[in-house]
């Protein structure tokens, strides 16, 4: 759908091109264009239909289309300062504006639904009761209007994967609310008509505190992306599986991905390389690496180089040990970093252990029960142990 869009509203829009900053912001443009007048039109014409029906219910659908609106404005205005080049301020760019447009739009919903909220609760507490006037046009407006949400769901939902956009997937799901607050409406109508029962100005408490609730799950969603939410696990997958596909990379650790915005990653990452190999030569393959990584994830790439003893039986055989002692603990427990020095009568095992925040032990416990397994291995082994966090 959104491919088909792009072709025709995007000049000189190829396939794959929305992976490019430029025609990115030129998709989001017209995606968030097209926004802007579907609901600027379902304003109108539910406005008319509140209007002549005289219903809170229907009344209040219309002004959060007129809002829905105003948050595709904001979502475009996000676009296009997310483009800004980098500058003494921002150094890292402005990709950020589009989580910030998008926790204002996420703002905006909340506020709609609060104040709709305030005046049914008015109307509720006072045990008004609104008349209302429902016919035949008002359910076919109303039913037009689902289905017309129901695609900007989809559409949004697609450009939003598409695009990889934030903005246009909250706007998605405050769509898809919309959905459930205008069939809510349309049912209600339907009672009206069928059984002379009203409820209309619950109806209209139920569409608000629907807005309030997606307003804050929108809200929620994009803080954690602005507070440094992790990045996808695909993404980690994919740049190990980069690294890892060099011949002398004996293992990949501490892999940070940072999130300046859509698009404006930065990279850095630890890869061990054998103990033994030639400084020039692992330098050479590391810089090889990093341009890799730059250019196919567009992203600026940092690696530290760690040299691992490799192909020394009894530190393979450590290294083994230990590892497998680890994931007794925690099945997600890896061992990274190993070293061995030795001494007259002592020898220290040097290594970090990668754990994920929710693991159960505890630091000093990690470090506590592993070093008395490599006693038990030897009694003349000492542990530096280093707990990372993940």
Excluded: W
């Amino acid at each position: 759908m959104t491919e088909l869009f792009f072709k025709t509203f995007v000049k000189g829009y190829k396939r794959g091109d929305d992976n490019d900053n430029d025609v990115r912001y030129r998709c989001g443009f017209a995606v968030s264009v097209f926004g802007i007048v579907l609901n600027v039109l379902l304003f109108v014409v539910k406005m008319f239909a509140g209007i002549i029906t005289m219903s809170v219910a229907i009344t209040a659908d219309a002004v959060n289309n007129l809002f829905d609106s105003l948050s595709s404005g904001v979502t475009l205005a996000g676009f296009r300062m997310s483009q800004r080049p980098a500058d003494k301020e921002h150094p890292f760019g402005h990709g950020r504006a589009e989580y910030v447009a998008g926790l204002a739009v996420a703002m905006l919903i909340i506020f709609t639904g609060a104040e709709f909220a305030k005046e049914t609760i008015g109307r509720i507490i006072g045990g008004e009761e609104a008349e209302i006037s429902l016919g035949a046009v008002s359910l076919v407006i109303l039913a037009v209007s689902v289905l017309v949400k129901v695609f900007m769901v989809v559409f949004y939902r697609s450009a939003g994967k598409s695009l990889d956009s934030t903005a246009l997937k909250v706007a998605a799901a405050d769509s898809l609310s919309d959905v459930c607050g205008t069939v809510a409406v349309l049912l209600g109508n339907v009672l009206y008509l069928a059984a002379g029962i009203n409820i209309d100005v619950f109806l209209g408490m139920f569409v608000a505190l629907l807005i309030v609730y997606n307003g804050l799950m929108a809200a929620k969603d994009v803080t954690n992306l602005l507070l440094g939410a992790p990045p996808d696990k695909e993404l980690l997958t994919a740049i190990e599986d980069v690294v890892t596909s060099y011949d002398g990379i004996m293992g990949v650790h501490d892999l940070v991905v940072h999130n300046y915005g859509i698009g404006r990653y930065i990279i850095s990452l630890h890869a061990e390389v054998p103990d033994n190999m030639d400084f020039i030569a692992a330098h050479e393959l590391i810089d090889e690496i990093e341009t890799k990584l730059s250019v196919k994830f567009r992203s600026p790439t940092t690696i530290h180089l760690d040299p691992v003893a490799y192909g020394d039986k009894v530190i393979d055989g450590l290294r083994s040990a230990i590892r497998e002692f680890v994931k007794t603990i925690d099945t997600r427990l890896t061992v990274h970093d190993f070293r061995k020095t030795n001494g007259a009568n002592r020898e220290n095992l040097i290594f970090d252990i990668a754990a994920p925040f929710d693991c159960a032990a505890t630091d000093a416990e990690l470090r506590a029960k592993t070093a008395a397994f490599c006693k038990e291995i030897d009694t003349k082994y000492e542990t530096i142990i280093k707990i990372d966090r993940m």
